[in-house]
């Protein structure tokens, strides 16, 4: 403290260094979760900067390659940072949708290109929040068959407005059993604990199951989850400066953005305590013209 927060940044460009060539003063620019990294380690000059070995500098509240210098993120009027993890933006997409596309649509696309998930692909997407429903989009526009999994019976009509062909309200334990060995491929987007045996259980054969979730207490994973079918457990986590650019020229040419509610500044506490009762379809965008 003091601390200015926020990432999935969007916005004009309104002044340049000398030596940048990536953008031009007007041009539409994002910003997403890191602003540097070393550059020199392994993963780094693979393009896979989000795993920097040495120090990676999120957007807000870490500290520049320094490890002193605090950096403040995008609740502000600008925001400085190096053109190499600086994102061009489509101008046929409208800003307020693209924001969240710089985290949470990151966070779902890297996975599923990973793992090269395309048609014929049977899809499980655990949680339909603000990243579940962009897993939603990406898996349908890549051609598998989505199944949304819920607590919430309510969201279905959403769920399948996104795209997803099945809805389950997984709160009944027969509409599980009857899915076992089904799928190819299970995101899970759920933070709150839950079961993951369950889901596992949903794998057909070499299956793969991905956390992008965080739940806070470490879970329970039954080793015959695992090795009937050979079925296998990972994480993901955002994307690479090069990967994300992929996925925003992709969403660019397929249509895509986040599902948004704009507010000002002002209503940042309302927004705040909606979010924690879940009661956002499916970002809050903050509109910095506000401030």
Known sequence: YPMVPGHEIVGRVTRVGSEVTKFKEGDLAGIGCF??????????TEGEEQYCVNHLAFTYNSTEMDEKTPTYGGYSSQIVADEKYTLKISPELPLAGVAPLLCAGITTYSPLRRFNIGRGHRVGVVGLGGLGHMAVKFAHAMGAEVTVFSTSE???QDARRLGAHDFVVTRDPENMTSLASKFDFVLDAVSATHDFNVYLNLLRRQGVMVLVGAPEKPAEVHAFS?????????GSMIGGIRETQEMLDYCAEHGITSDVEVIPMQRITEAYERTIKGDVRYRFVIDMKTL
């Open 35 to 44: 602003v540097d990294s070393c550059r020199m380690c392994v993963n780094c």
């Open 154 to 156: 309510s969201k279905e």
């Open 226 to 234: 695992l090795i009937t079918n050979g079925r296998s457990l990972t």
